[in-house]
Structure formats: C-alpha cells, structure tokens
C-alpha cells in the first residue's frame, strides 16, 4: 500500500463520535477529549463517523453553533498537533474543504501507519463487513462520483431530509441482521493483514471495542476503538480512544480498564 503515514510521539486515535445537534453532552465529551489530547498527545487521528451525519463541506459557510464550536475546537488542537481525518459511512461526504477548514489532513480508506509501535494498517472498518451485504451495495453507490456530485447540488435543506430518512432506514434494517453479519468479515480481515504484513489493525465503525486475536495470523491483533454516546444510553457513558506511545498500544474505554499490549517489528 502506498497510503503510509510516518507518525512520531504519543499517538491517539478516536472513532464513531457521531457528532451532531441532538447530542450535545456528547459534544461537550469530545471538547474536553480535545483538550486532553492537546497537553497529553503530539498526533491526533479521527478515524470516520467524527459526524453523525455529513451533508456537505459548504455547510461550514453557516454552520449551527455546534460545528461551529467544534470546528474551532479541531483548529485550536491543529495549530499545536498533526491533526488526520478520516471518512466514515456516515460522513463520507467529508471532503478536503473542511479538512483544509481546521487545518487538518483528509486520510483516505486505508491507511499504514508507520509508528515507533511497528505498521498499523488503520480504516474506518466498514469495508471489511463484506457479510452485510444490502450495506456494501449502499456503500457502492453512494461513492459513486457522480451520484454525490448530484446530492450536493441539492439544498442543504434538501440534503439534511434525505441523508434523515436514509439513516432511519437504515436503523430499521439493523432490527433484522445479526451481529455477525454487520460485523467484519474474518477472512476480509486476515486478507488485509497478509497482504500489508502489519503488527496491528485499527479500526471502529461495529461498535464492539475490544483487542480481537486474528486466527491464522497471530501475534496481529484486530483493535476495535469505541463509539461515543454520552446523552442517550440509559447505561453510562460510552466512549474513548486508542493510544501508541513507545512500542505499547491502549484500548482505553470510559470506566473500563485499559487493554495494552506491547508491539514491535520483533514480533512478527
């Protein structure tokens, strides 16, 4: 892969924060995340669903106070720190715009990231859950450059309805698929490792944080970073991010205990 990102320093990485105007306790998790992470990291990476919903770059020109605090946000910690986004399947519509709006680095699909802990091939993860297959033909299509080109001549107005109605189709389509089959496809998994000879694989997007061993090809681990939902979850909080600092990687989730394994070229 040519996608190879050299990264040096404490490295953090967050996911499927699925930001937006109906969850503000969550947004203001996300600021104070942002202000951690610029005191305590040197590289911060966003890796897709940053937004519940994306329905354009020209919507920064207005944009609702929310984005608006949260762009300013993105660009305080950019103007310290290596800041890299990421296209999720809610906000692949994120374009080099807004990335250029706050100062940071529009990532593609997949990524190696190049770091003192060895490779880590890094996605959003949904092109991996190749079982689910009404989704992939969703995803197909709407990457299609003409088809987006069409959407975002549309009223922003006219864009906010369609992207609401095909996010609630979507929740009613989950209510008949299994777990399994909106998660990643093992074999999709293993082929991506063999074929980039990584230490470890990153991604979010499934929403089922945990350090997976890969069979076939350990010692590669499979890292799943957390979603975030701090305002409707009748539970506690979700959340939280992964770090690489040194040769070791985290999994730290709020109010769990962290997951940390020690990597290295001399691993593999």
């Not at 992939?136 to 709407?142: A, E, P, S």
């Not at 082929?191 to 089922?208: F, K, N």
């Not at 909080?237 to 290295?264: N, P, V």
Request: glycine letters at 6%.
């Amino acid at each position: 892969m040519s996608n190879k990102l050299t990264l040096a320093g404490t490295i953090w990485i967050a996911a499927d924060l699925h930001l937006g105007p109906d969850n503000p306790d969550t947004v203001q998790d996300f600021l104070q995340f942002l202000h951690s992470a610029q005191h305590q990291a040197h590289v911060l990476i966003l890796g897709g669903d940053i937004f519940n919903a994306w329905i354009g770059d020209d919507q920064i020109a207005h944009p609702a106070p929310w984005l608006a605090q949260v762009s300013e946000a993105l660009r305080s910690f950019a103007q310290q720190h290596p800041l890299y986004l990421m296209r999720g399947n809610r906000d692949f519509l994120l374009g080099k715009a807004y990335a250029h709006h706050v100062h940071a680095t529009l990532l593609p699909d997949q990524v190696i990231l190049d770091t003192s802990a060895g490779l880590i091939l890094m996605s959003h993860g949904d092109e991996y859950c190749l079982d689910d297959l009404a989704y992939q033909r969703f995803r197909y299509w709407v990457r299609k450059p003409w088809l987006q080109k069409l959407y975002l001549a549309c009223p922003l107005s006219l864009r906010q309805r369609i992207a609401d109605s095909a996010r609630a189709g979507s929740q009613r389509g989950k209510q008949y698929k299994s777990k399994e089959i909106m998660d990643v496809q093992p074999a999709a998994i293993v082929a991506a490792c063999e074929a980039h000879s990584v230490h470890a694989m990153v991604h979010g997007h499934t929403h089922r944080p945990a350090v997976h061993d890969i069979p076939g090809f350990e010692p590669v681990r499979r890292w799943v970073l957390p979603d975030w939902e701090s305002d409707f979850s009748e539970k506690e909080r979700r959340g939280g991010y992964i770090s690489i600092e040194g040769t070791q990687l985290c999994l730290h989730q709020w109010g769990k205990k962290d997951q940390c394994q020690t990597l290295g070229p001399q691993q593999v």
